[in-house]
């Protein structure tokens, strides 16, 4: 397997327009995470997904975000209209099921987003 | 609730020499614990974990980590230092849900 993969690898965008990140998980999985890294907070999970489905949505920090998984091998993370502090690595993680006995998460590569 | 301190911000060893980076967590069940590295502009990849088999814990790329529960500590560490090793590497610990707890990293330098 290719493992977890997330395109574009950079983006830069203008504030006020719309990103749409997007995640490829390892076929089989079937839990998919959203997570951002910045300077200031580190790493945060945004969105949790399991069979499709979002479970746990508390951490995305407000409306212009969404995120959608429309069948078990796609999903997307999306925010309209984007601002200067939406800037960040955004990594999309796959695994096979919760983190108890050999379980881990495996983690794309990330995007670089970039608002100016 | 669940919790990681990474005591360490940065650590700088000379290539050759022994690397130890400290790890404290908190956990109200039994925990899984894990060890991730990141290489600049690279996703996260797993060292090694800990899930209750053994306590100590031998990873990828000559790193190992011993699980201390009365300490309730899982310090990563290797006997020789190499240039690849020069990293950020983060400590988290999961209560055995979906909620992974990250450590703010240690940024590792190594000096030829």
């Known amino acids: 397997d290719a493992g977890v993969i997330q395109s574009p690898r950079h983006e830069v965008t203008e504030m006020g327009q719309e990103v749409t990140l997007r995640c490829k998980p390892i076929s089989g999985h079937d839990y998919l995470f959203w997570y951002r890294q910045t300077m200031m907070r580190g790493l945060e999970l945004l969105i949790y997904f399991n069979n499709n489905v979002p479970i746990d949505d508390s951490g995305m920090p407000e409306d212009r975000f969404s995120a959608k998984m429309p069948n078990a091998s796609f999903s997307t993370l999306k925010i309209q209209p984007s601002e200067p502090r939406d800037s960040a690595v955004y990594f999309c993680?796959?695994?096979?099921?919760?983190?108890?006995?050999?379980?881990?998460?495996?983690f794309g590569q990330g995007t670089r987003l970039t608002v100016v | 609730a669940q919790s990681v301190t990474q005591l360490d911000s940065h650590v700088s060893v000379s290539e050759g020499t022994p690397v130890l980076l400290r790890c404290n967590y908190s956990?109200?069940?039994?925990?899984?614990l894990f060890w991730y590295v990141q290489h600049p502009n690279k996703g996260l990849q797993l060292l090694l974990k800990y899930t209750s088999a053994a306590t100590l814990v031998k990873g990828i790329n000559g790193f190992e980590a011993e699980f201390k529960k009365s300490e309730t500590s899982f310090h990563l560490t290797k006997p020789s230092a190499h240039m690849s090793d020069a990293a950020e590497y983060f400590c988290v610990v999961s209560a055995g849900d979906y909620k992974l707890s990250f450590g703010a990293g240690t940024t590792v330098t190594v000096r030829a």
């Open positions: 956990s109200s069940y039994s925990p899984s």
């Open positions: 993680a796959s695994t096979p099921g919760l983190f108890v006995g050999v379980t881990e998460a495996f």
